[in-house]
C-alpha cells in the first residue's frame, strides 16, 4: 500500500487537516474554526483544549474522507505568543495569542531603553507586543500565579505536541524569536537577562534538532481515531513551514503569504542584524540557512474589515476591483489596522491605520481598491527590507482573487508564482517531518507552482509612483505615531461590558 502522510496547521482561527499521499497530491482536506476570545480591548487568547478538540476533528474527518490511515503526521502552526502549561500538558490559563496587544506599554519601556536595538543587534529579531518576551513580563506584573502554576511558556505546536506524544520541547523556528542565538541555536541567557525574566528561563522548553519527535499515546490515539505509535512531528511553525511547502529553499528567494497576516520571506545564508530592528530571524532545517521574515501584522484581515464596514462579502471583491482603476481614484490607505500596531518592516506599536483621499465621488470599489493596493506596497515594503533577489511564490487565502494577485505581481514588480493550492502550510510540515524521518519525498514534485502571473509593464510602472507616495506618507505617519506614543488598547469595551 503506497505511503499516506497527515499534515495539520493551527491557524490563529481555523485548523486544518491534509492528507497526502507519497507525490504530494492532496487526498483530503478538513478544516474547522476556532475562536478567538477578546477578555479586554487589546487582548486575544485562545483555548487550548477548543484547540485541540479541532485538531481531533479534522483529523478524524480528513482521514475518513482519504479512506487512507497516515504513516507520518507533521504539525505545524502559529508562532509567538504564550501557551502556559503544567508538566502534562494541560493549560494553566487561556492561551495568550501573538496578536495580543498586552505587552505594548513594556515594549515601548524596552525601545526607549535600547532593549529592542540590543536584542535585534544579538539575534536578528526585534521584540514586538505578540512575542513571548513582553507577554511573559506582563504575565511576570499581573498574573504572576499564573507563571508559577506553569512548567512550559510553549508555543501552539508545542503544546499539541506534548500532549499527543508525552514529549515537552519546541524547535529552533518557535525558539527563534525572541530568545535564540540563530548560530548556536541555544537560548541566550543574555537576553533573557535584558528581558528581565532570568528567573523564568526554566519554563522554556528544551530545543529538540532538527525537530521535535515522538509517537501519539494510546488516548492521542483514541482521541484522533489512529493507531497509538503513529510517528509525528512538530514544526517549523508556520511561516518557516509555509515556505518549505512552497518550495521557496534557495538564498535570495522570496515567498509571500497573504493571510491573517501578510508573511513576507527571504531565504538568507547570513544572519545579519545591521539596520532599523525589525522583522524576524527564523532558523530553518538547514544549519546554514535562515529566513529573513518580515510578516506584517495585517494582511487578508485588513480586508476584511473593510468589506464588513462597506457590507460586502469576500466573494465580492473579484467584482469591486474590477470596477475601480488603479490607484483608486486617488483613495490611498495606510494599512495598519492591528491595535498591535506595527512589527515589520518597521516596529511601531502605535501604528494606526487611514484611508486618504476621501470625496463624495468614491465607492466602496475604491475603499477595496485602496485596501489591496496599500496591502501590496506593504508587502513591496517588506521584501526591500528583507533582501529579495530572486522569485517569488505567492500563497494564503488572499490569493484565492485573481484580480488580488495581479496587483500583488504589478505592485512587485516581477513575475510571481502561485504556490499549491492545497495548503502549502500543512505541506511543509509533512515535508519538514519526512526529512526529520528520513524518509524520501520527492521537494520538486511536492512544490511545483500552480501557475506564474507575469506583471504587466504599464500597471507596474504606475504602481512604482503609488509606491514611492506611500513610503512618503509612511514616513510622515510614523513620526505622527512616535509623537503621540497613545496605548489604543483601551478604546473598545471589553466581552461582557458593552
Known sequence: MAATYLGIDLGTSVTKAVVLDENGTQLAARTRRTKLHRPAPGHFEQDPEEVLRSVADVTRAAVAAAGATPGLIGLTGQGDGVWLTDEHGHAVRRAVSWMDARGASTLRRWRDQGV??????????????????????????????????????????????????????????????????????????????????SHRADLLAPIAKPLPGGTLT????????????????????????????????????????????LACQ?????????????????????????????????GTAALDWVLDLVGRPVDAVEGLLSDSPPLARGVTCLPYFSPAGERAPFLEPGARARVDGLT??????????ATCEAVAYAARHCFAAAGLTGEITLGGGGTRSAAWSRIFADVLGRPVRLAWDSEPTARGAVLAAAHAAGHRLDPIAWTAPTRVIEPDSERAARYDDGFANFLTRVSAARASWQETGTDHTTTRPAEGQR
Open 116 to 197: 529592542v536595538a540590543k536584542v535585534f543587534r544579538r539575534t536578528g529579531n526585534a521584540i514586538f507586543p505578540g512575542s513571548a518576551a513582553p507577554i511573559l513580563a506582563w504575565l511576570e506584573e499581573h498574573e504572576p500565579a499564573s507563571l508559577d502554576r506553569a512548567a512550559t511558556a510553549a508555543y501552539c505546536k508545542d503544546f499539541v505536541m506534548q500532549r499527543l506524544s508525552g514529549l515537552r520541547a519546541t524547535d529552533a523556528s518557535d525558539a527563534s524569536l525572541p530568545f535564540l542565538d540563530p548560530v548556536t541555536r541555544e537560548y541566550d541567557q543574555d537576553v533573557l537577562s535584558w528581558c528581565g525574566l
Open 218 to 261: 494510546n488516548a492521542a490515539g483514541d482521541l484522533l481515531g489512529l493507531p497509538a505509535g503513529t510517528p509525528i512531528s512538530a514544526g517549523p511553525f508556520d511561516l518557516p513551514a509555509s515556505a518549505l511547502g512552497a518550495g521557496v529553499t534557495a538564498p535570495g528567494d522570496g515567498h509571500l503569504t497573504v493571510g491573517t497576516t
Open 266 to 298: 527571504v531565504v538568507v545564508d547570513a544572519v545579519r542584524t545591521t539596520g532599523e530592528p525589525a522583522g524576524m530571524t527564523l532558523a530553518t532545517l538547514e544549519p546554514d540557512r535562515w529566513l529573513r521574515a518580515m510578516p506584517a501584522t495585517v
Open 360 to 369: 463624495l465621488n468614491t465607492d466602496r470599489a475604491d475603499l477595496v481598491r
